[in-house]
């Protein structure tokens, strides 16, 4: 019983190593997007269903993919704190 143990110890360490050399080497790093920016305009492409926002930080500016429920409840030149990741909002949080 002891020796299972340990075999399956040593080979969820290796299969979490492996893991993370895979990661590390083939994979892309996620391009994440955090702070406090200023919607400045909603977009939305009809043929494809898509909604973006364009962001605004100082000179820096970013057109990022909003879920529908964003989309509707956001309003025009509104600020808030911005999680996005992949070029696709995860939150925004505003101050109402």
Known sequence: MGYLVVVLMIGLLLSLIFKQIWQFFFKTRKQGIYGYYLLV????????????GIFQQGEKEYQLELAFSLYIH???LQRGYLHAENGKVLTFKTEE
């Open 74 to 76: 956001l309003q025009v």
């Open 41 to 52: 305009e909603k977009q939305k492409e009809n043929n494809l269903g898509k909604f973006y």
